[in-house]
């Protein structure tokens, strides 16, 4: 990709080998999993009960629309897709590889990381995670 990864969410990891995953945390008392590093559970308000976890990198839609404008350079139409991880949370992102029009409820998607085309002033790039459809064992 050039230079180093820089994550453009906060929980995005990039490892030193430039491999990413999807960091989250869940509470130790209720279950409740979050995307990032949280200190208070919002579910149950348990205090220090946060522990990392890595999100999956697979789930389901829940949600989606076809996004027909957007800012000048981004192409359209484009699917912004609400996902179910297995095992929590729920995330938003970019639905790519597929045509709107096949886009369903529940269809099986993975994540992917994807190198967002813009640089940070030092001119490494931004990673970014989308979806892009998989079977139901996970694979394209
Ligand atoms: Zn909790």
């Known amino acids: 990709m050039g230079g180093a990864p820089r994550p453009a969410v906060p929980y995005i990891h990039v490892a030193a080998d430039g491999s990413c ?53 981004v192409p359209v139409p484009f699917v912004m897709a609400v996902v179910d991880l297995d095992g929590g949370p729920a995330l938003r992102g970019t639905l790519a590889g597929v045509a709107p029009q096949a886009v369903r409820f529940g269809m099986r998607v993975r994540v992917e990381f994807r190198d967002s085309g813009q640089r940070d002033a030092d001119g490494n790039p931004w990673i970014a995670f989308c979806f892009v459809p998989a079977t139901e064992d996970g694979q394209r």
């Not at 990392?52 to 076809?66: E, P």
């Open 21 to 73: 995953a999807l960091a989250g945390s869940r509470c130790e008392a209720c279950g409740a999993v979050y995307a990032g590093e949280r200190e208070v559970c919002a579910a149950c308000c348990a205090r220090g009960r946060m522990r990392s976890i890595a999100l999956a990198t697979q789930g389901r839609v829940h949600t989606f629309t076809t996004v027909c404008r957007s800012f000048p350079g």
